[in-house]
């Protein structure tokens, strides 16, 4: 069931299972990860993940394949410019 896109810029604890990429820190492999799920520019709902053993940070695509996501992806600002956010 896809969840309703975030207003942009807001904050929600994930509900659910974890978004996929976001089960477990791809530095150390632990699980217990603090997850922040945002609305970003294009409409996505995407999921901060910061481990505390490693502090290793990381983007997720909410319904994304488990591919971290690059700065550029979370912030909408595309350095080529090939891309733009929908209206
Ligand atoms: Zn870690």
């Known amino acids: 069931m896809p969840s309703a ?6 904050v ?4 659910g299972p974890p978004a996929r990429g976001t089960e477990a820190c791809l ?9 922040i799920r945002m609305g ?6 995407v999921v ?6 490693c502090e290793h940070t990381a983007w997720f695509d ?7 996501l690059s700065s550029e992806d979370v912030t909408g600002i595309d350095p ?3 891309r733009q956010a929908p209206r």
């Open 27 to 35: 530095s150390c492999g632990s699980t217990d990860l603090v997850r």
């Open 62 to 68: 909410e319904d994304g394949d488990g591919t971290p």
């Open 5 to 10: 896109p975030l207003p942009l810029g807001s």
């Open 80 to 82: 080529a410019g090939g």
């Open 12 to 15: 929600a604890q994930p509900a």
């Open 48 to 53: 901060f993940v910061s481990c505390p053993r």
């Open 40 to 45: 970003v520019a294009g409409g996505r709902n």
